[in-house]
C-alpha cells in the first residue's frame, strides 16, 4: 500500500513538472496574437485592423507606419513613410528588407492602403495591415491627427 501511494504520488509530481515545463506555448517575442480580419490576396494574406487595434500597435516602435495615399489629408503620429500613391514598388528601398516585419499602411479611405498591402504580400511580407476605413475610420473615432 505505502508502495502504491508512493508510485502515484511520484507520477503526479512528473505530470505537475511536464506541463509546467511543456504547456506554455511559444513564447517567443517576435509572435503576435492575431488582430484584425484576414484579407486573403495572391500570394497570402494582410490583415485589416481597426483603428483601436492600430493606435494598440502604435505603442510598439518596431511597428513600421506607411501613410499610402494621393493626398496629404493628414498622419497618423508616428508614421514613418509618405508615399504617393502608385509609388510602393518605385520607393521598396525604405520598405524593411525584413520580410517579417510589421508593416501598417494607410490612407484616406482605406483602398489605396489595401492596394499597396496586397502589393507588399505578393513581395513576399509576411505580417501587412491595412487600417480599414482610414484616417476618416481613424479621426471619426477621436485618435489624434497630425495636420496633412
Known amino acids: 500500500m505505502k508502495r502504491s501511494a508512493f508510485l502515484a504520488l ?3 509530481m512528473a505530470i505537475s513538472v511536464l506541463a509546467a515545463c511543456g504547456g506554455g506555448g511559444n513564447t517567443n517575442a517576435t509572435t503576435t496574437p492575431a488582430i484584425g480580419t484576414e484579407v486573403q490576396v495572391e500570394g497570402g494574406s494582410y490583415r485589416d485592423i481597426t483603428p483601436a487595434e492600430l493606435y494598440d500597435l502604435l505603442d510598439d516602435d518596431t511597428v513600421f507606419v506607411v501613410q499610402y495615399n494621393a493626398a496629404n ?3 497618423i503620429p508616428r508614421t514613418d513613410l509618405f508615399l504617393q500613391y502608385g509609388t510602393l514598388s518605385a520607393n521598396m528601398d525604405k520598405i524593411p528588407a525584413d520580410k517579417a516585419a510589421r508593416i501598417v499602411l494607410y490612407c484616406a479611405v482605406g483602398a489605396m492602403s489595401a ?5 507588399l504580400v505578393g513581395q513576399g511580407y ?3 495591415y491595412n487600417l480599414a476605413g482610414g484616417l476618416g475610420a481613424w479621426r471619426d473615432q477621436g485618435y489624434p491627427v497630425i495636420a496633412g
Not at 115 to 119: I, K, L, Q
Open 10 to 12: 511520484a507520477l503526479l
Open 73 to 75: 489629408t493628414g498622419n
Open 115 to 119: 492596394d499597396g498591402a496586397a502589393y
Open 126 to 128: 509576411t505580417r501587412v
